[in-house]
């Protein structure tokens, strides 16, 4: 339902509600005063663009009529005022978007995609002294391991129990090695099957499906991964991570991978659909020589993404042939975070079937780590504070752009 006040935006929202519903939009001409003058509104209502020109009050409107319409009810304001401070106040008497005319063509479609998409999330407008964090962007990290056995997968569970705790927000972690992943091992947790469908039909996925196969560790952490059998030659169709990762991020913002090294298509897909992307090498010659490698396939397929790069501790720093510096110098860049040696650490680990952070806090392990996450929450995603690495990589985008002029 719609009630708008001028001629022109009365077509332009016509016309985009029109595709939008198939037809069933009631558009009427008036502004937020016709809205409140409605006694009773239809109880399954889930849309309503109101027009708040001319209004005395429309903040005071707005949260009046905010009351009247049904709970569940998506309400987008539109007026010719042009101002960040009304727009919040708006979000916060439960608006879910409001836009400046004139607008473009589409402008209202994909505002109603903006808030339907936040509410499939839960999140739903930034209600006053709710964390716009949780209102935030989907986050996918995905960690890799430039060798077998640089200690990816103990990174990758560690980061996800210590981010969990740190934002105090459920984390998924997945495996995405569906025949010789060790994630679910680590956790002592069950291998699902379901995981592999769930990459072949990813717009099978809903709730539903998630609460069961998503597996609880502790408060803030899950998990899935599945034990394929490896006769079982599964070979994801394109963009299956890609879609799955969507669906998966309607109930959890942020997701960790494990991503194998030795499946290129389910790798390639998984950073192609990655905000973060952490390589952790070993000191070693071929361990450096497969980070350049995996180096360049980021910079390919996911050049906004964020790089980190780590030096795993499942090979003693002391023992190693290759220095951090090498590594850094083949790199052309920092590494973002070396991790100790401690073997006592990650046996317990894997003993008690927890996460490092939990079975051993104390760890330089987790210490190593701790700065890594802290980065990776940095508000606002793309445009988030400066950090390691980010600096090198806007600074980058910024002499591609100026290249292309
Ligand atoms: N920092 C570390 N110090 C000592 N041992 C480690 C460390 N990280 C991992 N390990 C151990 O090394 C082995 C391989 O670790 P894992 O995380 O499975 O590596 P990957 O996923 O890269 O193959 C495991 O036994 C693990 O407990
Ligand atoms: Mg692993």
Redesign the pocket.
């Known amino acids: 339902m719609a009630f708008i006040a001028d001629t022109v935006t009365l077509a332009r929202v016509s016309a985009d509600l029109f595709s939008m519903t198939l037809g069933k939009a009631n558009i009427r001409e008036g502004n937020v005063d016709a809205a409140l003058a409605i006694g009773e509104w239809p109880r399954d209502l889930d849309l309503l663009v109101v027009d708040l020109a001319n209004a005395a009050d429309p903040i005071a409107d707005a949260a009046a009529l905010k009351t009247a319409v049904p709970g569940g009810c998506l309400v987008i304001g539109v007026g010719r005022i042009n101002d960040v401070a009304l727009y919040r106040e708006l979000l916060a008497v439960g608006f879910n978007d409001y836009l400046a005319v004139p607008f473009a063509e589409g402008a209202v479609g994909r505002a109603v995609e903006r808030a339907l998409e936040l509410r499939q999330r839960g999140g739903g407008a930034v209600a006053p002294g709710q964390s716009p964090l949780k209102d935030a962007a989907p986050r996918t990290l995905s ?1 890799i ?1 430039a ?11 560690t980061i996800a129990a210590m981010l969990g705790v740190r934002l105090k927000e459920e984390v998924l972690l997945i495996d995405f090695d569906l025949h010789y992943g ?1 994630l679910m091992l ?1 956790l002592d947790l069950e291998a699902i099957d379901a995981l592999r469908e769930a990459l072949d039909q990813p717009d099978r996925i809903d709730a539903l499906f998630i609460q069961q196969v998503a597996q609880k560790k502790s408060e803030f952490l899950y998990a899935m991964g599945a034990e394929e059998a490896p006769t079982n030659g599964f070979q994801a169709r394109p963009h299956a991570a890609g879609d799955f990762l969507k669906s998966i991020h309607r109930r959890f913002r942020w997701v960790v991978a ?1 991503v194998p ?1 030795g499946d290129p298509v389910i790798q390639r897909q998984a950073i192609e659909a990655s905000t973060d992307i952490l390589l ?1 090498t070993d000191l070693s010659l071929p361990g450096v020589r497969d980070t350049m490698r995996l180096q360049q396939l980021v910079h390919d397929v996911a050049p906004g993404a964020r790089l980190y790069i780590a030096t ?5 720093a002391r023992r190693s042939a290759v220095k951090v510096s090498d590594v850094e110098r083949a790199l052309k860049r920092k590494v973002d975070c070396q ?9 317990s ?2 003993n008690v079937g927890k996460p ?1 952070s939990e079975a051993a806090p104390a ?3 987790v210490k190593a780590l701790r700065s890594l996450v802290a980065g990776l929450d940095s508000p606002g995603g793309e445009n988030g504070a400066a950090k390691p690495g980010k600096a090198a990589s806007l600074l980058e985008r910024f002499g591609r752009s100026l290249k292309k002029k």
Request: charged share 15%; no cysteine.
């Open positions: 960690v391991g060798r077998g056995g640089v200690g990816a997968t103990t990174a990758a569970v060790s680590a494990d090294r952790v795993g501790g499942a090979i003693d991790i100790p040696a401690d073997s006592a650490a990650a046996l680990a894997v490092l760890s330089g392990i």
